[in-house]
């Protein structure tokens, strides 16, 4: 199961409270205050896992809860802190911080017509990062701490602090250098296989990638350039049909798209058409996206009429950078290899 955004619930460990406690023993029948402080609650902490590659934990239990922090105790003694909660995700997690207060007041909210604010507290993407998503609680003060010339039997202590708690909404942004797009069955998924290491499923029949793919290339001088596929776009995509408009969002830290395009019309598509449709679901989906650098995989050459369809799409797309390819015979991979390369590669690899 591949689990790219989700919604929890975590709560901090409140702070423990300080105690009153007096200094008792024989031969010391006014030994003045003693009582400790309380022990801080846990935090809640995410850490930055290249090996997790997405949030399918959270799926089966989406709740975080730290351990409160234990009162203090007589003889000055501090109470033991709360054991602090560490949960590990994908680099490219971005972290939402919800205004309701319960999951069950986020899901109501998000069914209604005015939807919920989300506010963004975090993009995780360094691996190791860290980020305290629920600080712990601070433990209270104990009566020792009040004692004075004049009072030297304080009753005065304080409470623990609660931990901080909210619902969050976490989104998975695959981090990538190329993001291809294109129709289902455009030969992505073969392309991606043929550049790079990855093994995604490829079959004859559209959709048959259900989730986002990320290989790597590897190139000369130890240049390498990752490369993300998110399955087939539809039109309408934009408006959240089909499955293209669930993972739109891998791409959205990409340096350049590559526009996988079927110029054999193998599916029975006028290649010229399903540019036009996919730079404008794009450019719906997020009009930044659509100012990402761009190029276009003119795919599926070896099949008969691609050629003539090649002509036709250059007179309609004169300016645009076209790199012709067979994905499945490996030709023309060399000059896609050189570009991804020169400019992402080497660029960006410095």
Same mark, same amino acid.
């Given at each position: 199961?591949?689990?790219?955004?989700?919604?929890?619930?975590?709560?901090?460990?409140?702070?423990?409270?300080?105690? @009153?406690?007096?200094?008792? *023993?024989?031969?010391?029948?006014?030994?003045?205050?003693? =009582? %400790?402080? &309380? #022990?801080? +609650?846990?935090?809640?902490?995410?850490?930055?896992?290249?090996?997790?590659?997405?949030?399918?934990?959270?799926?089966?239990?989406?709740?975080?809860?730290?351990?409160?922090?234990?009162?203090?105790?007589?003889?000055?003694?501090?109470?033991?802190?709360?054991?602090?909660?560490?949960?590990?995700?994908?680099?490219?997690?971005?972290?939402?911080?919800?205004?309701?207060?319960?999951?069950?007041?986020?899901?109501?909210?998000?069914?209604?017509?005015?939807?919920?604010?989300?506010?963004? @507290?975090?993009?995780?993407? *360094?691996?190791?990062?860290?980020?305290?998503?629920?600080? =712990? %609680?601070? &433990? #209270?003060? +104990?009566?020792?701490?009040?004692?004075?010339?004049?009072?030297?039997?304080?009753?005065?202590?304080?409470?623990?602090?609660?931990?901080?708690?909210?619902?969050?909404?976490?989104?998975?942004?695959?981090?990538?250098?190329?993001?291809?797009?294109?129709?289902?069955?455009?030969?992505?998924?073969?392309?991606?296989?043929?550049?790079?290491?990855?093994?995604?499923?490829?079959?004859?029949?559209?959709?048959?990638?259900?989730?986002?793919?990320?290989?790597?290339?590897?190139?000369?001088?130890?240049?390498?350039?990752?490369?993300?596929?998110?399955?087939?776009?539809?039109?309408?995509?934009?408006?959240?049909?089909?499955?293209?408009?669930?993972?739109?969002?891998?791409?959205?830290?990409?340096?350049?798209?590559?526009?996988?395009?079927?110029?054999?019309?193998?599916?029975?598509?006028?290649?010229?058409?399903?540019?036009?449709?996919?730079?404008?679901?794009?450019?719906?989906?997020?009009?930044?996206?659509?100012?990402?650098?761009?190029?276009?995989?003119?795919?599926?050459?070896?099949?008969?009429?691609?050629?003539?369809?090649?002509?036709?799409?250059?007179?309609?797309?004169?300016?645009?950078?076209?790199?012709?390819?067979?994905?499945?015979?490996?030709?023309?991979?060399?000059?896609?290899?050189?570009?991804?390369?020169?400019?992402?590669?080497?660029?960006?690899?410095?």
């Amino acid at each position: 199961m591949f689990v790219d955004h989700i919604r929890i619930f975590a709560k901090a460990g409140d702070g423990g409270n300080g105690a @009153v406690s007096f200094r008792r *023993e024989k031969f010391v029948p006014r030994g003045g205050p003693d =009582g %400790g402080d &309380g #022990g801080n +609650g846990g935090d809640i902490v995410l850490i930055v896992d290249p090996s997790t590659d997405n949030l399918r934990q959270f799926f089966y239990d989406p709740k975080l809860i730290a351990q409160d922090g234990k009162p203090g105790g007589g003889v000055r003694k501090t109470g033991k802190g709360g054991k602090k909660v560490t949960a590990r995700v994908p680099p490219g997690t971005v972290v939402y911080r919800s205004t309701a207060a319960t999951v069950m007041e986020a899901v109501e909210a998000e069914r209604s017509e005015e939807g919920i604010d989300l506010d963004p @507290v975090a993009d995780l993407t *360094e691996n190791g990062q860290e980020f305290i998503l629920c600080a =712990g %609680g601070i &433990g #209270g003060k +104990g009566n020792w701490n009040f004692r004075t010339s004049t009072n030297q039997a304080p009753q005065e202590h304080t409470l623990g602090t609660p931990g901080d708690q909210a619902v969050f909404y976490l989104e998975l942004r695959r981090i990538a250098d190329a993001g291809l797009v294109g129709f289902p069955n455009a030969g992505k998924s073969t392309l991606l296989g043929k550049l790079s290491a990855a093994k995604p499923k490829v079959a004859a029949y559209p959709f048959t990638t259900l989730q986002p793919m990320v290989g790597v290339a590897e190139f000369g001088g130890f240049r390498r350039c990752t490369i993300a596929d998110i399955p087939g776009l539809i039109e309408g995509a934009h408006e959240n049909r089909g499955l293209g408009h669930e993972f739109l969002r891998h791409i959205t830290r990409c340096r350049v798209l590559l526009f996988v395009v079927d110029m054999g019309g193998t599916e029975g598509r006028d290649p010229v058409s399903d540019i036009e449709i996919l730079r404008k679901e794009i450019k719906e989906y997020d009009a930044e996206l659509a100012r990402f650098p761009w190029i276009v995989v003119a795919n599926k050459m070896d099949v008969e009429g691609a050629a003539e369809n090649l002509e036709i799409f250059k007179q309609r797309f004169p300016k645009v950078e076209i790199i012709p390819i067979s994905a499945e015979l490996e030709e023309g991979l060399d000059n896609l290899k050189q570009y991804l390369d020169n400019e992402v590669a080497y660029k960006y690899n410095k």
